[in-house]
């Protein structure tokens, strides 16, 4: 039977094919969808991240990493659709303004929505406007912002601002993450909540909204 270790050495090799294939193997043995996502493929990519830092990986192959780990997650996204998932409540996410990075927004993403979220993944490099657009639009419980860099830390108050520019802050609760954020930076921006990582990303939602989402 296929192990999660093997598949975060598929993630870490860029070998979206392999990837795939365990994926399918683990989740067709009875391996639940989030143990997969936490035990494999995060895992990968937080090997991906560190070998990175030190210059031992370089971004083409962080690129086939990450498509590799995208690639497994369509076909979790696949099975979740054959049953009928409640939904835990509506969530906005996005990496912010002149922000590229997606690697850790995507897992964040993909935790929530195999809690039963209702994602809406508007992408990297958003404006606090666009953001705002996307809260009239979709009406969400929660915005969920990411910034992996320092230089771009400051548009998530931006974006808070705009939020209570436009009257909609205190319809929803917002919160932050990424590499270079800490909850004292959360304190001071206004955001109701950060999390290190997306195990406790979904763990906030579920505290600030309530809900009792779907648990491992
Ligand atoms: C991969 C990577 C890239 C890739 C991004 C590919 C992609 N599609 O995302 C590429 C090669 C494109 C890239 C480019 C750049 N990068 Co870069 N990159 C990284 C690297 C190595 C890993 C980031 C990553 O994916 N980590 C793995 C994921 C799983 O972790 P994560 O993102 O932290 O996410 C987790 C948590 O933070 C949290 N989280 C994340 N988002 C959110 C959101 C919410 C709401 C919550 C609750 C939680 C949460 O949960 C996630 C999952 O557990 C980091 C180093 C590092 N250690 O962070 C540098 C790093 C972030 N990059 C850096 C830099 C400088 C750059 C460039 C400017 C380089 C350049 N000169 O061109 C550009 C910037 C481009 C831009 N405008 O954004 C610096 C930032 C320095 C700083 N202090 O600002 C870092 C720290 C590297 C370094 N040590 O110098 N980068």
Same mark, same amino acid.
Not at 196 to 211: F, I, N, R, S
């Given at each position: 039977?296929?192990? /999660? ?9 860029? +070998?979206?094919?392999?990837? @795939?294939?365990?994926?399918? +193997? ?32 370089? @971004? ?5 990493? =990450?498509? =590799?780990?995208?690639?497994? @997650?369509?076909?979790?996204k696949e ?38 979220y209702t ?14 657009? =996307? ?11 990411? =910034? ?12 808070? +601002?705009?939020?209570v520019e ?18 004292? /930076?959360? +304190? ?29």
């Amino acid at each position: 039977m296929a192990n /999660f270790e093997e598949l975060s050495q598929a993630v870490l090799d860029g +070998d979206g094919d392999k990837a @795939v294939e365990l994926t399918k +193997d683990l989740l067709s043995s009875g391996v639940d969808a989030q143990d997969v996502i936490a035990k494999g493929l995060i895992v990968g990519m937080e090997k991906v991240g560190e070998l990175f830092k030190n210059n031992e990986m370089f @971004v083409p192959e962080v690129l086939m990493s =990450a498509a =590799a780990m995208n690639s497994a @997650v369509e076909v979790i996204k696949e099975g979740q659709n054959d049953f009928d998932m409640p939904s835990s409540g509506k969530v906005v996410l996005g990496t912010v303004k002149g922000d590229l990075h997606d690697i850790g927004k995507n897992l964040v993403g993909m935790m929530m929505e195999s809690n039963g979220y209702t994602v809406y993944d508007l992408g990297v490099d958003i404006e606090p406007d666009k953001f705002v657009d =996307a809260v009239k639009e979709y009406k969400p419980d929660i915005v969920a912002m990411s =910034a992996l860099l320092t230089t771009t830390m400051m548009e998530m108050k931006n974006t808070i +601002d705009a939020l209570v520019e436009a009257g909609l802050r205190d319809s929803i609760k917002v919160i932050i993450g990424g590499a270079p954020i800490t909850q004292g /930076f959360a +304190d001071e921006i206004g955001a109701d909540g950060y999390a290190e990582d997306a195990a406790t990303a979904v763990e906030l939602c579920k505290k600030l909204t309530g809900v009792e989402a779907l648990s491992a």
